[in-house]
């Protein structure tokens, strides 16, 4: 530990860190472009200055280390002509195209203009022309004239994609970011660099013009992608989401998420797939949109042979993409009021996974899945046991709680759907899968982005997700969905699972793994079942935002892959 | 904030509100006092018009008379054409941000035109829910909008027929605009999206795009 004084404050730092870091981690803001905390160093943009005693210049802070005894001034009035004289070099040729520029709303230089700058440019000459609107592959979008050469994008390529696409080319006022000839910017984290990107430079091509930033409002949730569980936010407009950008979490996924992840948002409102009304299946085979009310006399004529004492024949098929309260719910519900001898975990189809973020198990809480059996002691079937009781007719009847199914291979699927055709199915989906189009009676489901709930990682770290979007048509959440099962039983006032904190505190009752986890103190990093909760912690970052929980952090940026392994549900 | 009668003399209360009222006095009661008031104004103005030499006479006869609006009355909305007729409008959205009424509606899309790049596939002015304010005007950094066409919105039938469009809103005319001036409109200060700005032209042109850069 060394002693500096940042700006009359004294703090004592690690030996070895940043100035820069130092400085934010103790709330002291400097400017910067180039530096970020989880990229290697390169000190171009120059916007970082500080006064430094006893150094004859002015010093980039993002790449001094702290040394004892150091006597740094942040806001002096030579580092503020320096920062005003950068701004200004920054902007000579810069295009000003901010009317139609994604990044404008969110831009460091609009930000750093408006707190450093604030005059008009002194350049008489014209600007250097460049290439605008170049796709750099699918997903990233290059305009030339507004990058500023931090080489943010060319770092992260190199250092966590591994995959060095992106280089810089040129000299001088000519350097461009670019890739080689025949090399398109195609990596399952492409979209990242659009995230690190300071400026308007490097945009999404999915987000190209859709919504200027400031219209967007935002809720942070937890990716459905993987099993990861990567930590993002859902930003949305008129009840449609806009596009999904990930928050940093040191114990998850740093602050990067794949493009895959990114995507997930584009089935909730797929117009061809997407269910928001019931639906029954008619002799023809063909389905038609019902009521809710005929949808409940439906389910109360279906479900009927199952209440109280029967030879038992019903299963109930939980999706690990549902929460773990929406999964608590139903449980709780095949407990409570019906006799349901066969529960299985079902799930999206194994996809691809690597060594940074992705895992090979699609599906957000498999682990919640598995937790709540447990704490029910329930023995869960898997998907190929409940095929065959399916087949056997063991099973006669099944609610599904989402329509997911996956088994060894195709051939798997279609005997799988050929069972749910011959079988009584009460099928709560999102959107028409393949499991939706073979089941007798449809009611439409809310996504994870339309409701409140906990996602359970593969590393067991429990998280919430807060609703971002009101329910599309006549959705209704897990929650909602059960209730509406429990009131077609007859259960009416006896059914007490009406809300997120109830189904949680029936899960919690039965399960010591959550003493001590409150549902609505679970803090932006969520909290790891595992280590903190069976101490009874909370965890140090429970009240803490997302950012406090970056800078607070102590571990040096480093390279995802050596900090947490992929698990072991792949 | 103006005067208080505090008739009662109260203190303001825990939350600072101060409660008063008004007690009626006799002649409040009797009414008569104050219609009597209220007639000597009308009488007064009766005999100034009859036979003084300023009348106080405001009525104008619509439709045959029409009051002359001013210079900088704000009209119906136009959006201005481009030399090829086409609206100069980039779709940068600062209208509608603007806009206190929440009327305008924009859909952006990409251009052919690789020097445009950004353009208003729809643009939609609800002159219903228009509040006639002119901040899209003024936010707008490519004078892309304007509200200098003189008129007032048409009357319409029905709701939907208040939504102006983009083509209709790039039919009408500023009101000392003729067919052939208007060709020759200035063109606007700076083509966004071309990126290729000569700042030694003057008149700040980027400049009254963004705000200051």
Same mark, same amino acid.
């Given at each position: 530990?060394?002693?500096?004084?940042?700006?009359?404050?004294?703090?004592?730092?690690?030996?070895?860190?940043?100035?820069?870091?130092?400085?934010?981690?103790?709330?002291?803001?400097?400017?910067?472009?180039?530096?970020?905390?989880?990229?290697?160093?390169?000190?171009?943009?120059?916007?970082?200055?500080?006064?430094?005693?006893?150094?004859?210049?002015?010093?980039?802070?993002?790449?001094?280390?702290?040394?004892?005894?150091?006597?740094?001034?942040?806001?002096?009035?030579?580092?503020?002509?320096?920062?005003?004289?950068?701004?200004?070099?920054?902007?000579?040729?810069?295009?000003?195209?901010?009317?139609?520029?994604?990044?404008?709303?969110?831009?460091?230089?609009?930000?750093?203009?408006?707190?450093?700058?604030?005059?008009?440019?002194?350049?008489?000459?014209?600007?250097?022309?460049?290439?605008?609107?170049?796709?750099?592959?699918?997903?990233?979008?290059?305009?030339?004239?507004?990058?500023?050469?931090?080489?943010?994008?060319?770092?992260?390529?190199?250092?966590?994609?591994?995959?060095?696409?992106?280089?810089?080319?040129?000299?001088?006022?000519?350097?461009?970011?670019?890739?080689?000839?025949?090399?398109?910017?195609?990596?399952?984290?492409?979209?990242?660099?659009?995230?690190?990107?300071?400026?308007?430079?490097?945009?999404?091509?999915?987000?190209?013009?859709?919504?200027?930033?400031?219209?967007?409002?935002?809720?942070?949730?937890?990716?459905?992608?993987?099993?990861?569980?990567?930590?993002?936010?859902?930003?949305?407009?008129?009840?449609?989401?806009?596009?999904?950008?990930?928050?940093?979490?040191?114990?998850?996924?740093?602050?990067?998420?794949?493009?895959?992840?990114?995507?997930?948002?584009?089935?909730?409102?797929?117009?061809?797939?997407?269910?928001?009304?019931?639906?029954?299946?008619?002799?023809?085979?063909?389905?038609?949109?019902?009521?809710?009310?005929?949808?409940?006399?439906?389910?109360?004529?279906?479900?009927?042979?199952?209440?109280?004492?029967?030879?038992?024949?019903?299963?109930?098929?939980?999706?690990?993409?549902?929460?773990?309260?929406?999964?608590?719910?139903?449980?709780?519900?095949?407990?409570?009021?019906?006799?349901?001898?066969?529960?299985?975990?079902?799930?999206?189809?194994?996809?691809?996974?690597?060594?940074?973020?992705?895992?090979?198990?699609?599906?957000?809480?498999?682990?919640?899945?598995?937790?709540?059996?447990?704490?029910?002691?329930?023995?869960?079937?898997?998907?190929?046991?409940?095929?065959? &009781?399916?087949?056997?007719?063991?099973? @006669? $009847? /099944?609610?599904?709680? #989402? %329509?997911?199914?996956? +088994?060894?291979?195709? *051939?798997?699927?279609?005997?799988?759907?050929?069972?749910?055709?011959?079988?009584?199915?009460?099928?709560?989906?999102?959107?028409?899968?393949?499991?939706?189009?073979?089941?007798?009676?449809?009611?439409?489901?809310?996504?994870?982005?339309?409701?409140?709930?906990?996602?359970?990682?593969?590393? &067991?770290?429990?998280?919430?997700?807060? @609703? $971002? /979007?009101?329910?599309? #048509? %006549?959705?209704?959440? +897990?929650?909602?969905? *059960?209730?509406?099962?429990?009131?077609?039983?007859?259960?009416?006032?006896?059914?007490?699972?009406?809300?997120?904190?109830?189904?949680?505190?029936?899960?919690?009752?039965?399960?010591?793994?959550?003493?001590?986890?409150?549902?609505?103190?679970?803090?932006?990093?969520?909290?790891?079942?595992?280590?903190?909760?069976?101490?009874?912690?909370?965890?140090?970052?429970?009240?803490?935002?997302?950012?406090?929980?970056?800078?607070?952090?102590?571990?040096?940026?480093?390279?995802?892959?050596?900090?947490?392994?992929?698990?072991?549900?792949? | 904030?103006?005067?208080?009668?505090?008739?009662?003399?109260?203190?303001?209360?825990?939350?600072?509100?101060?409660?008063?009222?008004?007690?009626?006095?006799?002649?409040?009661?009797?009414?008569?006092?104050?219609?009597?008031?209220?007639?000597?104004?009308?009488?007064?103005?009766?005999?100034?018009?009859?036979?003084?030499?300023?009348?106080?006479?405001?009525?104008?006869?619509?439709?045959?008379?029409?009051?002359?609006?001013?210079?900088?009355?704000?009209?119906?909305?136009?959006?201005?054409?481009?030399?090829?007729?086409?609206?100069?409008?980039?779709?940068?959205?600062?209208?509608?941000?603007?806009?206190?009424?929440?009327?305008?509606?924009?859909?952006?899309?990409?251009?052919?035109?690789?020097?445009?790049?950004?353009?208003?596939?729809?643009?939609?002015?609800?002159?219903?829910?228009?509040?006639?304010?002119?901040?899209?005007?003024?936010?707008?950094?490519?004078?892309?909008?304007?509200?200098?066409?003189?008129?007032?919105?048409?009357?319409?039938?029905?709701?939907?027929?208040?939504?102006?469009?983009?083509?209709?809103?790039?039919?009408?005319?500023?009101?000392?605009?003729?067919?052939?001036?208007?060709?020759?409109?200035?063109?606007?200060?700076?083509?966004?999206?071309?990126?290729?700005?000569?700042?030694?032209?003057?008149?700040?042109?980027?400049?009254?795009?963004?705000?200051?850069?």
């Amino acid at each position: 530990m060394v002693k500096v004084n940042i700006d009359g404050r004294d703090l004592e730092v690690e030996a070895g860190t940043r100035l820069i870091k130092a400085a934010i981690d103790a709330g002291i803001d400097i400017p910067h472009y180039c530096w970020h905390p989880r990229l290697s160093v390169a000190a171009n943009c120059r916007m970082c200055l500080v006064e430094v005693e006893k150094a004859p210049k002015l010093l980039p802070s993002c790449e001094i280390p702290v040394r004892d005894g150091m006597v740094v001034r942040t806001a002096s009035p030579r580092v503020l002509e320096a920062r005003q004289a950068v701004m200004e070099f920054m902007l000579l040729n810069h295009p000003i195209d901010c009317p139609i520029c994604d990044q404008a709303g969110e831009c460091k230089l609009q930000d750093y203009y408006m707190a450093h700058d604030r005059t008009g440019s002194r350049f008489a000459g014209l600007k250097v022309a460049k290439k605008k609107a170049q796709p750099l592959g699918s997903t990233v979008m290059l305009d030339e004239e507004r990058c500023i050469n931090c080489t943010r994008c060319v770092r992260f390529m190199d250092e966590i994609a591994h995959r060095p696409l992106l280089g810089q080319f040129d000299r001088g006022d000519r350097a461009v970011i670019g890739v080689f000839p025949g090399r398109p910017l195609e990596d399952p984290y492409s979209l990242n660099v659009v995230d690190i990107c300071p400026v308007g430079a490097l945009t999404s091509r999915d987000f190209r013009f859709k919504v200027r930033a400031w219209f967007l409002k935002s809720a942070d949730s937890v990716c459905p992608g993987c099993a990861r569980g990567c930590n993002m936010r859902v930003d949305h407009y008129e009840n449609e989401i806009q596009r999904l950008v990930p928050r940093d979490n040191d114990a998850v996924n740093q602050g990067w998420m794949c493009d895959e992840g990114r995507f997930t948002y584009r089935e909730i409102h797929d117009p061809k797939t997407q269910i928001t009304t019931p639906h029954v299946r008619m002799a023809s085979g063909e389905y038609s949109p019902i009521s809710w009310e005929a949808a409940r006399q439906k389910v109360a004529e279906m479900l009927a042979p199952f209440v109280g004492e029967t030879d038992g024949s019903l299963g109930l098929a939980l999706s690990a993409q549902q929460t773990t309260e929406g999964i608590t719910a139903f449980v709780e519900l095949a407990e409570q009021l019906l006799q349901v001898d066969a529960y299985a975990i079902l799930g999206r189809a194994e996809g691809e996974g690597d060594d940074l973020l992705r895992v090979a198990d699609k599906n957000p809480n498999r682990a919640g899945a598995e937790l709540v059996l447990e704490a029910y002691s329930i023995f869960d079937e898997g998907p190929d046991l409940l095929r065959r &009781g399916l087949e056997e007719k063991r099973v @006669r $009847a /099944l609610i599904m709680v #989402g %329509g997911d199914y996956s +088994a060894g291979d195709s *051939a798997d699927v279609s005997a799988w759907t050929a069972a749910l055709a011959e079988s009584k199915v009460i099928c709560f989906a999102s959107n028409w899968t393949e499991s939706a189009r073979a089941a007798s009676l449809v009611l439409p489901l809310a996504s994870y982005a339309e409701q409140d709930g906990t996602f359970v990682n593969a590393q &067991g770290r429990m998280q919430r997700i807060h @609703r $971002a /979007l009101k329910p599309l #048509g %006549g959705r209704k959440t +897990a929650l909602e969905a *059960a209730t509406f099962t429990a009131e077609a039983l007859g259960a009416g006032a006896r059914w007490r699972i009406r809300d997120f904190g109830a189904a949680f505190g029936e899960l919690k009752k039965r399960t010591g793994l959550l003493r001590g986890v409150e549902p609505l103190k679970i803090g932006p990093s969520g909290v790891s079942l595992e280590a903190d909760v069976a101490d009874g912690v909370q965890g140090p970052d429970a009240d803490e935002d997302a950012l406090g929980q970056m800078s607070s952090s102590k571990r040096p940026p480093s390279h995802p892959t050596g900090s947490s392994s992929a698990p072991s549900h792949a | 904030m103006s005067k208080v009668l505090d008739i009662h003399g109260s203190k303001p209360n825990e939350e600072g509100v101060t409660e008063v009222g008004h007690e009626p006095t006799t002649a409040d009661r009797l009414y008569v006092p104050a219609i009597a008031a209220g007639l000597k104004t009308t009488i007064r103005h009766f005999f100034k018009n009859l036979i003084g030499k300023e009348k106080y006479t405001q009525t104008i006869q619509y439709p045959d008379q029409k009051v002359e609006y001013p210079e900088r009355f704000r009209g119906m909305h136009r959006l201005v054409p481009r030399e090829d007729g086409t609206s100069r409008c980039v779709a940068c959205y600062m209208c509608q941000t603007a806009c206190p009424a929440r009327c305008i509606h924009i859909v952006a899309g990409e251009s052919e035109d690789p020097s445009i790049e950004k353009y208003p596939v729809v643009f939609e002015i609800d002159e219903l829910r228009c509040v006639v304010c002119g901040l899209c005007v003024e936010a707008c950094p490519c004078d892309a909008i304007r509200m200098d066409t003189g008129y007032h919105p048409k009357p319409v039938y029905s709701r939907e027929d208040a939504d102006f469009g983009k083509a209709d809103l790039l039919k009408n005319f500023g009101r000392h605009e003729t067919e052939g001036s208007r060709r020759t409109a200035r063109p606007p200060a700076t083509a966004a999206g071309t990126g290729r700005v000569d700042r030694s032209s003057g008149d700040g042109g980027a400049g009254g795009a963004t705000g200051g850069y």
